[in-house]
Structure formats: structure tokens, C-alpha cells
């Protein structure tokens, strides 16, 4: 079976803009899926028709992966875990949560996740390990 394989919207948002990861993409070895939290993400800062019929797109293009309750509930316990060592104010956790959710949904499917956004990611990971590629 070949492996499942998340972009996150760092990395989505980055080629809609500049297309510098799209041989990257379509290159890739193995079946892309979407995370229902990088759609919301990426509808949370979708402004014009154009952003939509590609967020439209997006939906239908690839099976949607969604955080479990389990995830849901681990997420609160590993930004309790961060805001303990590092002393995070609540909008630094708030702008972590999503990152956490897609990690952990990743982690819950066996998927691997695609991002630019290294410095989170491997935060995230120092608590609960999963799979990602930095872009």
C-alpha cells in the first residue's frame, strides 16, 4: 500500500502563490490526502472567488482526513504540556492548536505531512511523535 501523504497549508499556500513546489507535488510517491484542518485554515483566509473555486477544488479532489475525539483531546493535553515548559501565552497556543490537530491526524492515519512550517512542527513533535518532511 503506498503511503499517505498530508500538505500542510504552508506548503499549499506557498505554491498557489509562487508554484515552486509543483514538480515537488506532483512527483510525489505516495496518496495525498487532505486534512479537514488545513481546509479550514485555508478558508479561514480565503478572499476571492478564485481562492474558492480552489478550496472547492481541494475538497473534492482527495479523501479528507479529520482529527479524531482522541485527537481533540491529546491536543489540549500536549498545549497544557508546551504552555508548562515554555511558558506560552494563549494566542501563541491558539496559533499552535490547528498545527497540532493536523499533526496528530497525520500521526492517526500513518501519514506523513508536508510543511514549511519547521519550527512548530518540531515543537509539536517533541511531544507526540509523528511523520513530516520539511519543504
Not at 491536543?75 to 497544557?80: D, E, K, P, T, V
Amino acid at each position: 500500500m503506498s503511503e499517505f501523504l498530508i500538505l500542510d497549508s504552508s506548503v499549499i499556500v506557498d505554491n498557489l502563490r509562487t508554484g515552486r513546489h509543483s514538480l515537488r507535488i506532483a512527483e510525489l510517491k505516495g496518496v495525498l490526502r487532505t486534512s479537514s484542518v488545513v481546509l479550514a485554515e485555508l478558508w479561514r483566509g480565503a478572499t476571492s472567488t478564485i481562492d474558492h473555486k480552489i478550496l472547492h477544488t481541494l475538497e473534492r479532489s482527495h479523501p479528507i482526513f479529520t482529527p479524531t475525539e482522541k485527537n481533540w483531546l491529546e491536543s489540549g493535553q500536549i498545549l497544557a504540556a508546551i504552555r508548562a515548559d515554555n511558558g506560552f501565552e494563549p494566542a501563541k497556543l491558539r496559533n499552535l492548536h490547528f498545527d497540532v490537530l493536523i499533526a496528530l491526524t497525520a500521526r492517526t492515519y500513518g501519514a506523513t505531512l508536508i510543511t514549511s512550517n519547521r519550527a512548530n512542527f518540531e515543537l509539536i513533535r517533541k511531544y507526540s511523535a509523528f511523520k513530516f518532511e520539511v519543504w
